[in-house]
């Protein structure tokens, strides 16, 4: 397994750099892989949600296991735990500080990449969408009735500088994250997620089975979180629709061509 780590090392050296994210990202899963198999440990990761990059020297304290800090790499490691979900906070200046779970299923993590989330102006909302490697490129969608429609395929930013799409990702993982700075509680909003990979086929359950996560900062806290619901068909996840200034959850999978 560490032969074959450092030679995925060597070739992500030699790719062209529209490539080399995915292989970064696919040694970090093989790295987690072998520290499970070969020093009984689990990881946890942390990225930053605008830019994609790992966040170091954060505060992990996690219910009943320690506290960890994070290194240049943003995991945690520790001793493997017996199967269940795990409740843990997350901290460090200049992000907002939050709690989390993640599950143990079969001695391993289900999903152990999280986003967490600078800090953002009071009033604003912070939409961050998280998955696993596959589908490859999972589109977050953001509408303003009669306004907008945020997105990597339709417009990266709002006519008026109120909302705009602070991070796209095409090659697995994620973040792709979507900010509101000034939320018009006039107005309706519509959020939902793309599977462009599959976007040719409504018939898919790929889009069920990405272990997708997608949270809601507003105010500077965690107010929402939702997961992708699973053994359903087809290539777009609406998520939750705002009106009146509340979140109201849809939560569905259905299929477009």
């Known amino acids: 397994m560490k032969n074959f ?27 987690d892989t072998e520290s499970e198999m070969n020093d009984g440990k689990l990881t946890l990761r942390f990225f930053d949600a605008q830019t994609g990059q790992p966040v170091k020297d954060a505060k992990i304290t996690l ?13 945690v490691r520790f001793a493997k735990v017996k199967d269940g979900k795990y ?7 200049e992000y907002i500080s939050a709690s ?19 800090r953002t102006e009071l009033g604003a909302i912070r939409i961050v969408l998280d998955w696993d490697k596959s589908p490859a490129d999972l589109d977050l969608h953001l509408i303003k009735s009669g306004s907008y429609h945020i997105s990597f ?28 700075n000034k939320t018009d509680n006039t107005a309706s909003y519509s959020c939902f997620v793309h599977d462009y990979s599959d976007s040719s086929n409504p018939k898919t359950s790929n889009l069920s089975r990405s272990k ?20 359903k068909t087809g290539n777009v996840w609406t998520v939750f629709e705002i009106k009146h ?13």
């Open 5 to 31: 780590t450092f030679f995925c090392m060597i070739l992500g050296c030699l790719l062209p750099l529209n490539l080399l994210a995915q292989y970064t990202k696919m040694i970090d899963v093989l790295e």
């Open 63 to 75: 219910a009943e296991i320690g506290e960890f800090s994070s290194d240049a790499f943003g995991k």
């Open 87 to 93: 409740a843990f906070t997350f901290s460090k200046n």
């Open 100 to 118: 989390y779970q993640f599950e143990v299923i079969a001695e391993t993590i289900f999903y152990n990449r999280f986003s967490v989330c600078p």
């Open 153 to 180: 395929h339709d417009m990266l930013k709002s006519a008026d500088g109120t909302a705009q799409l602070d991070r796209d990702d095409m090659d697995g993982f994620g973040p792709e994250t979507i900010t509101i």
């Open 212 to 231: 997708a996560v997608l949270r809601i900062y507003n105010n500077n806290e965690l107010k929402d979180t939702f997961y992708i619901p699973r053994d």
């Open 245 to 257: 200034g509340e979140v109201i959850d849809v939560n569905k999978v259905s299929g477009e061509n």
